[in-house]
């Protein structure tokens, strides 16, 4: 890359940013997704953590067919699952609930959120960000729970230039290497492929300032990385100490209902959905009985609560 032209550089960055577009209106159709409504971010939400600050940030909300949510389940358990609960049981319509922690002279951001290319009700964390009185530029570091397109391509604005100049980026060293492989964008299904391509966009932009990690490393003081994996090949979630600690999921868990109740249940969503289901039943039991805080990226806003036994399963309990 060192003796590539400045032209040459710029006219691949515009065919990823092409392929990239078209790609994610192809995925669209193939997801049968809706239209994209205006939404409104909610206010941020703040928690004091020991000596450290939490605040969540809404990076708006997801819109996701339930035959690409849960395309294994037939549809009259779906609807019995559901229903009780008043929800629709033709789609999912998760938030997507952004981290950002304060402790000492560090400014955390948990993900990036989906930037202006993926579905308009996200993207939102601009916006929040300037709710909660912060400036992208103070942003110290960015730790990513994976590399899905609502999770990491709030990188870059629309016009491909990076959001959070001073940051260091911290991803799971398993998780960066299966998004650049050779192989995975052939092996991938067609309506995911916009998903690598994206993320290859993203990564790249990215890599000067990467930092990659294995499970258990402290990747930034008092913050502990976590091997969450099965909805990604290197997933992982975030165990933030201090007080009483708290848990950053991102998509182990990733519906209040569906995952606490059902979390034998396999998500289309994870790309491998036995690996899936077996963490999310392990995680929900380790957090039960640790009586452990979460913050989980799809959960409702503000997504702050607690994992409680429900007959032979789960419940989440809010906590704020």
Same mark, same amino acid.
């Given at each position: 890359?060192?003796?590539?032209?400045?032209?040459?550089?710029?006219?691949?960055?515009?065919?990823?940013?092409?392929?990239?577009?078209?790609?994610?209106?192809?995925?669209?159709?193939? %997801?049968?997704? *809706?239209?994209? =409504?205006?939404?409104?971010?909610?206010?941020?939400?703040?928690?004091?953590?020991?000596?450290?600050?939490?605040?969540? #940030?809404?990076?708006?909300?997801?819109?996701?067919?339930?035959?690409?949510?849960?395309?294994?389940?037939?549809? *009259?358990?779906? +609807?019995?699952? #559901?229903?009780?609960?008043?929800?629709?049981?033709?789609?999912?319509? =998760? &938030?997507?609930? /952004?981290?950002?922690?304060?402790?000492?002279?560090?400014?955390?951001?948990?993900?990036?959120?989906?930037?202006?290319?993926? @579905?308009?009700?996200?993207?939102?964390?601009?916006?929040?960000?300037?709710?909660?009185?912060?400036?992208? &530029?103070? !942003?110290?570091?960015? %730790?990513?729970?994976?590399?899905?397109? +609502?999770?990491?391509?709030?990188?870059?604005?629309?016009?491909?230039?990076?959001?959070? *100049?001073?940051?260091?980026?911290?991803?799971?060293?398993?998780?960066?290497?299966?998004?650049?492989?050779?192989?995975?964008?052939?092996?991938?299904?067609?309506?995911?492929?916009?998903?690598?391509?994206?993320?290859?966009?993203?990564?790249?932009?990215?890599?000067? @300032?990467?930092?990659?990690?294995?499970?258990?490393?402290? /990747?930034?003081?008092?913050?502990?990385? /976590?091997?969450?994996?099965?909805?990604?090949?290197?997933? %992982?979630?975030?165990?933030?100490?201090?007080?009483?600690?708290?848990?950053?999921?991102?998509?182990?868990?990733?519906?209040?209902?569906?995952?606490?109740?059902? *979390?034998?249940?396999?998500?289309?969503? $994870? @790309? +491998?959905?036995?690996?899936?289901?077996?963490?999310?039943?392990?995680?929900?039991?380790?957090?039960?009985?640790?009586?452990?805080? !979460?913050?989980?990226?799809?959960?409702?806003?503000?997504?702050?609560?607690?994992?409680?036994?429900? $007959?032979?399963?789960?419940?989440?309990?809010?906590?704020?």
């Amino acid at each position: 890359m060192g003796n590539e032209s400045e032209k040459g550089r710029s006219d691949r960055m515009v065919w990823n940013r092409r392929r990239v577009l078209g790609a994610v209106a192809a995925a669209a159709a193939v %997801c049968g997704l *809706p239209g994209r =409504p205006a939404f409104a971010a909610p206010a941020p939400v703040k928690l004091a953590l020991g000596d450290a600050e939490i605040t969540v #940030l809404s990076d708006g909300g997801l819109v996701l067919p339930m035959s690409f949510y849960l395309p294994e389940t037939p549809q *009259p358990q779906i +609807d019995a699952l #559901l229903t009780p609960h008043g929800l629709p049981t033709d789609m999912v319509r =998760p &938030d997507c609930n /952004v981290t950002l922690l304060r402790s000492g002279d560090r400014v955390v951001l948990f993900d990036a959120g989906a930037g202006p290319m993926f @579905q308009q009700t996200a993207g939102k964390l601009p916006e929040s960000l300037a709710a909660a009185g912060v400036a992208p &530029d103070e !942003i110290t570091d960015v %730790c990513f729970t994976h590399a899905h397109p +609502d999770h990491l391509w709030g990188v870059v604005d629309d016009f491909d230039e990076p959001v959070f *100049p001073n940051a260091r980026f911290w991803m799971n060293r398993i998780e960066w290497d299966f998004w650049r492989a050779p192989g995975t964008l052939d092996a991938m299904e067609e309506a995911r492929k916009a998903f690598v391509v994206g993320a290859r966009n993203r990564m790249e932009v990215i890599e000067p @300032q990467i930092t990659l990690f294995d499970a258990g490393t402290e /990747v930034v003081p008092g913050v502990e990385a /976590v091997g969450t994996f099965g909805h990604t090949a290197g997933h %992982c979630s975030f165990m933030i100490h201090g007080g009483d600690g708290l848990l950053v999921v991102g998509d182990a868990i990733a519906n209040a209902v569906i995952s606490f109740e059902r *979390p034998d249940w396999h998500a289309g969503s $994870d @790309q +491998d959905p036995v690996a899936g289901a077996d963490t999310r039943g392990k995680l929900l039991d380790r957090l039960t009985a640790d009586k452990a805080r !979460i913050l989980g990226f799809h959960l409702p806003y503000p997504a702050i609560g607690n994992v409680e036994r429900k $007959d032979a399963h789960y419940r989440f309990a809010p906590a704020v």
